[in-house]
């Protein structure tokens, strides 16, 4: 059964200051990917990592992909209050074709503070 | 383009009845999804379906049905809801084509059995 892991669960910062959050996973899997959620609202798409090594920038965030080591980081740059959200990551566990499904993460709450 | 569309946004049960969701995505996407998000538990997933008359179960699936008869609506049912059935109800659709697309979100259901 693949596990997901996610530290911090929790993750209060200053504005201006950098941090990591990581993403373990305990399968083989070569596809990860990255949520935001909004309190109260929906899940966005922010980053798709498809192979060992993919690294994606948007703005402040960056993910990356160790597949090896079975982890994924999202950076996070001089942070601002507008990132304050909940981030998931989630896996595809590698399986056949026609069941496909991802495993989420508990998601790491991130507060900017002024 | 509306995406994908949940209804209803809330809804209060008494235990022992029944209810379905509705998700309609417009997006053409092979894929559907419903989860269920609670406090610290991230996102698990309840049922899935990879296209039109087909259903399988995920993470959770007890005291849930589906059904997919038409490839842009993907309906779940609770036939006699019980209050460790309150939660926040996500459905989700993706591109049936390769395992490199998100998945793309609804709003959410917030149901809550007294």
């Known amino acids: 059964e693949l596990k997901v892991e996610q530290n911090p669960l929790f993750l209060s910062m200053q504005e201006g200051k950098n941090y990591t959050i990581y993403c373990n996973y305990s399968t083989t899997s070569d596809r990860l990917y990255w949520y935001r959620q909004d309190p109260g609202k929906s899940l966005e798409s922010l980053f798709v990592l498809l192979s060992n090594g993919a690294v994606k920038q948007e703005g402040r965030l960056m993910a990356s992909l160790d597949t090896k080591a079975r982890l994924s980081t999202l950076h996070i740059t001089a942070a601002v209050h507008d990132l304050s959200a909940t981030y998931f990551c989630?896996?595809?566990?590698?399986?056949?074709?026609?069941?496909?499904?991802?495993?989420f993460g508990t998601g790491t709450r991130l507060t900017i503070i002024p | 383009n509306a995406g994908v569309t949940q209804t209803p946004k809330f809804r209060v049960l008494k235990t022992g009845q029944s209810m379905t969701l509705l998700c309609a995505q417009d997006?053409?996407?092979?894929?559907m999804y419903w989860y269920r998000q609670d406090p610290g538990m991230g996102l698990r997933l309840i049922h899935y379906?990879?296209?039109?008359?087909?259903?399988a179960k995920g993470e959770v699936p007890d005291g849930y049905n589906v059904s997919r008869l038409k490839k842009q609506n993907f309906l779940l049912g609770l036939e006699s809801a019980a209050p460790s059935q309150t939660s926040v109800y996500f459905c989700?659709?993706?591109?049936?084509?390769?395992?490199?697309?998100?998945?793309?979100f609804g709003d959410g259901t917030r149901l809550s059995i007294l």
């Open positions: 997006m053409n996407h092979e894929y």
């Open positions: 379906s990879v296209g039109e008359g087909t259903t």
């Open positions: 989630a896996v595809d566990e590698k399986a056949n074709f026609g069941n496909e499904k991802l495993t």
């Open positions: 989700a659709s993706r591109n049936g084509v390769g395992r490199n697309q998100p998945q793309h």
